[in-house]
């Protein structure tokens, strides 16, 4: 009798994994097609990567990306820690008021929060381009870096902190000698984590983008409305290789601090 759960859990997983990968990998194998169309594979070719790195226009909008990107990890990673910290010296009923406030950016719908943060910086009168996108990046990407370093705040064992309360220190000195240390890898996840979402972003992307500061998603939506060809396939296939770079090496890093506490 449990053979055939297993089974049905065996088949289960392979269909979703088969579903989920086949287009990737679809994407992956005609970047190197020697035919411009997507409908017939008619040899292996480098000349599609040839042609995207001599592309000026999305080497620019590649630098406008990973500018903001960049900016928005270190500034989700300053706002998301700060929050995170804040929570330890709350009342549980304030905690769940942060929470609430923190969380809200991933339950709001991209198009509604795009279309909020639009109205939002036209009252303002700021001009969209660099800062209306770090800031709007850096809405949605801060509840992450909080979530990650609340988790590993709450693994820290109070006593420590008690501990160093009664020596004397103060608030200040236990942040930067005990709190700060302790969850400075989670930091680092959540900032490389900051770093992927930024550079996946498209819809408040869309909105936020000024005439001059154009991101490479959005860039790429605007190729693919002519058709898919094996240029855009190519930088895909590099767009996917970066982030599973990035979501690897944060991995890595989580992996190498829970050994490392484990061992001391």
Same mark, same amino acid.
């Not at 959005?218 to 982030?243: D, E, Q, W, Y």
């Given at each position: 009798?449990?053979?055939?759960?297993?089974?049905?859990?065996?088949?289960?997983?392979?269909?979703?994994?088969?579903?989920?990968?086949?287009?990737?990998?679809?994407?992956?194998?005609?970047?190197?097609?020697?035919?411009? !169309?997507?409908?017939?594979?008619?040899?292996?070719?480098?000349?599609?990567?040839?042609?995207?790195?001599?592309?000026?226009?999305?080497?620019?909008?590649? &630098?406008?990306?990973?500018?903001?990107?960049?900016?928005?990890?270190?500034? /989700?990673?300053?706002?998301?820690?700060?929050?995170?910290? $804040?929570?330890?010296?709350?009342?549980?009923?304030?905690?769940?008021?942060?929470? $609430?406030?923190?969380?809200?950016?991933?339950?709001?719908?991209?198009?509604?929060?795009?279309?909020?943060?639009?109205?939002?910086? /036209?009252?303002?009168?700021?001009?969209?381009?660099?800062?209306?996108?770090?800031?709007?990046?850096?809405?949605?990407?801060?509840?992450?870096?909080?979530?990650?370093?609340?988790?590993?705040?709450?693994?820290?064992?109070?006593?420590?902190?008690?501990?160093? &309360?009664?020596?004397?220190?103060?608030?200040?000195?236990?942040?930067?000698?005990?709190?700060?240390?302790?969850?400075?890898? /989670?930091?680092?996840?959540? /900032?490389?984590?900051?770093?992927?979402? !930024?550079?996946?972003?498209?819809?408040?992307?869309?909105?936020?983008?000024?005439?001059? !500061?154009?991101?490479?998603?959005?860039?790429?939506?605007?190729?693919?409305?002519?058709?898919?060809?094996?240029?855009?396939?190519?930088?895909?296939?590099?767009?996917?290789?970066? $982030?599973?770079?990035?979501?690897?090496?944060?991995?890595?890093? !989580?992996?190498?601090?829970?050994?490392?506490?484990?061992?001391?």
């Amino acid at each position: 009798m449990k053979a055939k759960p297993q089974r049905l859990r065996t088949f289960y997983l392979s269909l979703f994994f088969v579903l989920l990968y086949i287009p990737v990998l679809a994407v992956i194998l005609y970047s190197f097609n020697q035919s411009p !169309s997507t409908a017939q594979w008619t040899g292996f070719t480098l000349d599609w990567y040839r042609q995207l790195f001599r592309d000026r226009v999305i080497a620019e909008v590649f &630098k406008i990306s990973i500018v903001v990107a960049i900016s928005t990890s270190i500034l /989700s990673a300053l706002l998301g820690t700060a929050a995170a910290i $804040t929570t330890l010296q709350v009342t549980e009923g304030m905690e769940k008021k942060i929470n $609430t406030v923190m969380l809200l950016p991933l339950l709001v719908p991209e198009v509604a929060l795009g279309v909020s943060l639009l109205l939002f910086f /036209s009252a303002l009168k700021l001009p969209f381009g660099y800062l209306t996108l770090i800031l709007s990046h850096t809405l949605f990407c801060t509840p992450y870096v909080y979530i990650m370093v609340q988790l590993r705040l709450k693994e820290i064992d109070i006593s420590v902190i008690e501990a160093a &309360k009664d020596l004397g220190a103060g608030r200040w000195q236990i942040i930067k000698t005990i709190i700060l240390p302790l969850v400075a890898p /989670s930091i680092l996840t959540a /900032s490389l984590l900051a770093v992927a979402i !930024s550079l996946d972003d498209v819809v408040i992307s869309t909105y936020m983008a000024g005439p001059t !500061s154009t991101t490479l998603p959005v860039h790429i939506f605007s190729m693919m409305r002519v058709g898919v060809t094996p240029k855009v396939n190519a930088l895909c296939t590099l767009i996917l290789v970066g $982030t599973f770079f990035i979501i690897g090496f944060s991995q890595f890093i !989580s992996k190498k601090s829970k050994q490392r506490e484990e061992f001391n």
